[in-house]
């Protein structure tokens, strides 16, 4: 009997475990995959317009960027900004992000990189970066916090280990009810063979 239940318990734990994580998985890819699409469709706005209002390649020239994305628990507001492939970053006046530019953000406003998704940090926040070309050796970079995110597959997995903590319970409840069921017959054929005895 206690063989029955723990089998038992066993499997239906393991069914719950994999449905919970495979439950995570699948939202945290959605999420992420939409963040990634938003970052996207907004940094195309941007390098269109950027096509089409050539910049000179110094410092402080001001930018207007066509909208902005949500930055919360973010120091700065910025989210956008537009630099060349020197490395001289343009952006709107009121921002104050300081963006990172790497070797191969600047391969990208060259040309010889495509554009392309990383993650990095802002502040002690880690941030969602896209970066892709806008014309005339220039590039977009869009930052996006992933504070959000993250604080909702937190809940999100704090939630998948209590159901999955009840059903491993429930589990074991169930196999035990169970085994007791099936060991039914047993007894009574052991209660036979000692009659018999």
Do not use: W
């Not at 239906?12 to 919970?20: I, K, R």
């Not at 910049?55 to 919360?72: E, I, S, V, Y």
């Not at 900004?81 to 060259?110: C, M, N, Q, Y």
Request: include cysteine; proline fraction near 4%.
């Amino acid at each position: 009997r206690r063989r029955m239940v723990l089998l038992s318990a066993a499997a239906v734990a393991l069914a719950v475990v994999l449905s919970a994580f495979a439950c995570y998985i699948a939202v945290e890819s959605s999420m992420r995959n939409r963040l990634d699409h938003q970052l996207k469709a907004f940094a195309g706005t941007v390098a269109a317009v950027a096509r089409h209002s050539p910049t000179p390649d110094r410092p402080g020239k001001r930018f207007r960027f066509p909208g902005r994305l949500p930055r919360a628990h973010l120091e700065a507001g910025g989210d956008a900004a537009l630099f060349s492939a020197t490395g001289v970053i343009h952006k709107s006046p009121e921002d104050h992000t300081a963006f990172s530019i790497t070797t191969r953000d600047l391969a990208v406003a060259r040309g010889t990189a495509p554009a392309y998704f990383r993650n990095g940090t802002l502040g002690g926040t880690d941030v969602r970066i896209y970066v892709t070309a806008a014309g005339h050796g220039r590039a977009v970079i869009i930052e996006q916090s992933l504070t959000d995110l993250q604080s909702t597959l937190h809940d999100l997995a704090v939630i998948l280990i209590v159901i999955v903590l009840a059903g491993v319970a429930l589990a074991g409840l169930l196999g035990l009810l169970v085994a007791r069921a099936a060991a039914v017959p047993v007894h009574i054929l052991r209660r036979a063979a000692e009659h018999v005895g």
